[in-house]
C-alpha cells in the first residue's frame, strides 16, 4: 500500500530539526519526505499539523512469557506498545525461567511474532539462570537472534565472572547491558536513603551504590574493550564518572527509564506502592541532574522500563511490595512533561527514545529518512487527558504510577511497517 501522510510536523532525531512537510509510504519504507506529489492511486491521510516522529524503541521492556503470562503476554504488551507509539519493543530475559538458551529465546521469539502487532527483539541473559555464577552460550544465543546480554537488576557479584562475560562478548561483538549498583549496599533496599526515607521508616540505600557499581563495571570495561549500555543512571553523582569512561574512548552508552526523569522519592507520599521502582526513585536534585544530562546527549537513551506486577504483588506493605511499574502506553505523554518544561525538544526526545536505542542495537529504525522502515507515531503533544488505569491502558498489569495523573500529549496514529496498527480521533 502507499499512503501520502500530509500536512504534518516532521521530527527529525537526526539533524535535531521539525518542519511542516508530508511523508510518503511505499511498501513499508520511507520513500519519499517534504514536499511530495501523491502518486496515483495512493492513499491520503491529512495529520492537521500534528507532529509525525519516528516510533519509538523501547529498550528493557519485561513481558511476561514464559511464566507469568497474567501479569502481561505478548498481545497485550504489543497491544499498549501501539497505544503509546512504541514501534520496537526489546524485551528483558527476566521470565521465568529465564531467556538463557538458544531453545527459550527461539520459543519467545516464536511466541512475539505470532502475537503482537509491533516489532518485538529480544536480550538475553548473561549468566545461566541470571544467578552470575556460570556464562551463558553467547555466541549460540546471538546466532538465535539476541540483540544484547543482561542479567537485568540481578547484579553479577563476582567480579571474575563478569570480566569473563565481558572478554567473551567484546570477542562475538555482543553488547553487555548492566545495571549499576552495588549488590550488598542496595540488598533489602526499598527506597533513596535520606530524611525522607527516615522519617517513613524505610530501609534505603545511598545514590553512592549506583556510582560504586558503575566504577567498578567502567574499570572492567576499560580492562575488557567489551561494548556496554547502562541501564539506567539515575544519580548526579554518577554522571561525572559516565562522562570520564566516554572521554576516555570507552564503548559506553547509558540509559534511564520515564519514571526517574519525571518522578522524585516525595513522589512516594505515604508508601504509595506504584511508586516502588529499581533503582528506587531518587531526590528532586538527582532528576533535574539527570533530565539535563537526557537533554545534552550525555545519558544517550529514555526508556519505559516496563514492569509488570499484579494488584496482589503490589497491594503489600512497602518493603514487601514487588517493584517497578508499567510504562508502555504512558512513555510519550510522560515524556512530553520534558518538552513541556522546557528541558528537552521534540527532536532531542526523539534523539534518546528512537534513534539511539536503533544506533547501539544496529536496527534499521529510529530515523525519518528516505529507506528508513515506515514504523511512525503521530501524535498531538498538547493533548490533555487525565490518565485512568482501568479504561486507558492495555497492559494486563495495571500499576501505573500516572494514575489519575493530568498529562499532555496523546498517540494518534502508530504505523508499523508501513501498516496503522493503532489510531483514533482526535
Known amino acids: 500500500m502507499t499512503v501520502?501522510?500530509?500536512?504534518?510536523?516532521?521530527?527529525?532525531?537526526?539533524?535535531?530539526?521539525?518542519?511542516?512537510?508530508?511523508?510518503?509510504?511505499?511498501?513499508?519504507?520511507?520513500?519519499?519526505?517534504?514536499?511530495?506529489?501523491?502518486?496515483?492511486?495512493?492513499?491520503?491521510?491529512?495529520?492537521?499539523?500534528?507532529?509525525?516522529?519516528?516510533?519509538?524503541?523501547?529498550?528493557?521492556v519485561k513481558v511476561g512469557e514464559p511464566g507469568e503470562r497474567h501479569k502481561e503476554s505478548f498481545r497485550s504488551a504489543g497491544l499498549a506498545a501501539a497505544a503509546g507509539g512504541v514501534t520496537t519493543i526489546i524485551t528483558r530475559p527476566d521470565t521465568a525461567p529465564a531467556i538463557d538458551s538458544p531453545e527459550t529465546l527461539e520459543f519467545v521469539m516464536r511466541r512475539a511474532a505470532g502475537a503482537s502487532p509491533v516489532n518485538i527483539r529480544h536480550m538475553?541473559?548473561?549468566?545461566?539462570?541470571?544467578?552470575?555464577?556460570?556464562?551463558?552460550?553467547?555466541?549460540?544465543?546471538?546466532?538465535?537472534?539476541?540483540?544484547?546480554?543482561?542479567?537485568?537488576?540481578?547484579?553479577?557479584?563476582?567480579?571474575?565472572?563478569?570480566?569473563?562475560?565481558?572478554?567473551?562478548?567484546?570477542?562475538?561483538?555482543?553488547?553487555?547491558?548492566?545495571?549499576?549498583?552495588?549488590?550488598?549496599?542496595?540488598?533489602?533496599?526499598?527506597?533513596?536513603?535520606?530524611?525522607?526515607?527516615?522519617?517513613?521508616?524505610?530501609?534505603?540505600?545511598?545514590?553512592?551504590a549506583e556510582r560504586m557499581g558503575f566504577d567498578r563495571d567502567m574499570a572492567l570495561v576499560e580492562m575488557t574493550g567489551a561494548r556496554y549500555h547502562a541501564d539506567q543512571i539515575t544519580c548526579a553523582r554518577t554522571l561525572p564518572a559516565l562522562e570520564r569512561a566516554k572521554a576516555n574512548g570507552l564503548d559506553v552508552t547509558a540509559g534511564v527509564s520515564i519514571h526517574h526523569v519525571t518522578l522524585n522519592e516525595f513522589d512516594v507520599g505515604d508508601y504509595r506502592t506504584f511508586f516502588k521502582l529499581t533503582p528506587p526513585l531518587r531526590a528532586e536534585e538527582d532528576r533535574v541532574a539527570v533530565a539535563?544530562?537526557?537533554?545534552?546527549?550525555?545519558?544517550?537513551?529514555?526508556?519505559?522500563?516496563?514492569?509488570?506486577?499484579?494488584?496482589?504483588?503490589?497491594?503489600?506493605?512497602?518493603?514487601?511490595?514487588?517493584?517497578?511499574?508499567v510504562a508502555l502506553q504512558t512513555l510519550l505523554p510522560a515524556a512530553m512533561r520534558l518538552y513541556h518544561d522546557?528541558?528537552?525538544?521534540?527532536?532531542?526526545?526523539?534523539?534518546?527514545?528512537?534513534?539511539?536505542?536503533?544506533?547501539?542495537?544496529?536496527?534499521?529504525?529510529?530515523?525519518?529518512?528516505?529507506?528508513?522502515?515506515?514504523?511512525?507515531?503521530?501524535?498531538?503533544?498538547?493533548?490533555?487527558?487525565?490518565?485512568?488505569?482501568?479504561?486507558?491502558?492495555?497492559?494486563?498489569?495495571?500499576?501505573?504510577?500516572?494514575?489519575?495523573?493530568?498529562?499532555?500529549?496523546?498517540?494518534?496514529?502508530?504505523f508499523v511497517g508501513g501498516a496503522q496498527v493503532y489510531g483514533q480521533e482526535g
Open 124 to 208: 538475553a541473559a548473561l549468566t545461566k539462570g541470571r544467578e552470575g555464577r556460570e556464562m551463558t552460550e553467547i555466541g549460540f544465543l546471538l546466532d538465535a537472534g539476541a540483540v544484547a546480554f543482561t542479567d537485568c537488576d540481578h547484579v553479577v557479584a563476582d567480579t571474575k565472572v563478569l570480566s569473563r562475560c565481558l572478554t567473551y562478548a567484546r570477542s562475538l561483538g555482543a553488547l553487555v547491558i548492566g545495571h549499576p549498583q552495588d549488590a550488598g549496599l542496595s540488598k533489602g533496599a526499598a527506597v533513596t536513603s535520606g530524611k525522607f526515607a527516615s522519617l517513613r521508616g524505610l530501609p534505603g540505600v545511598s545514590p553512592m
Open 342 to 414: 522546557g528541558t528537552m525538544t521534540l527532536p532531542e526526545l526523539f534523539r534518546a527514545m528512537s534513534l539511539n536505542p536503533a544506533k547501539r542495537l544496529g536496527l534499521a529504525g529510529g530515523r525519518l529518512a528516505v529507506g528508513a522502515p515506515a514504523d511512525l507515531v503521530l501524535f498531538d503533544p498538547d493533548a490533555p487527558f487525565v490518565l485512568d488505569r482501568f479504561t486507558m491502558l492495555a497492559s494486563k498489569s495495571k500499576n501505573t504510577p500516572f494514575d489519575g495523573a493530568k498529562m499532555e500529549g496523546k498517540v494518534l496514529a502508530t
Open 292 to 325: 539535563q544530562a537526557l537533554a545534552s546527549g550525555l545519558i544517550d537513551i529514555l526508556c519505559s522500563m516496563h514492569t509488570p506486577q499484579d494488584e496482589e504483588s503490589k497491594r503489600l506493605p512497602y518493603e514487601e511490595a514487588a517493584a517497578g511499574a
Open 4 to 60: 501520502l501522510l500530509t500536512n504534518a510536523r516532521l521530527i527529525d532525531p537526526e539533524t535535531l530539526t521539525e518542519a511542516p512537510g508530508s511523508l510518503l509510504i511505499d511498501g513499508g519504507v520511507i520513500a519519499a519526505m517534504g514536499e511530495v506529489t501523491a502518486p496515483s492511486g495512493a492513499q491520503i491521510l491529512d495529520c492537521h499539523g500534528r507532529c509525525l516522529a519516528p516510533g519509538i524503541i523501547d529498550l528493557g
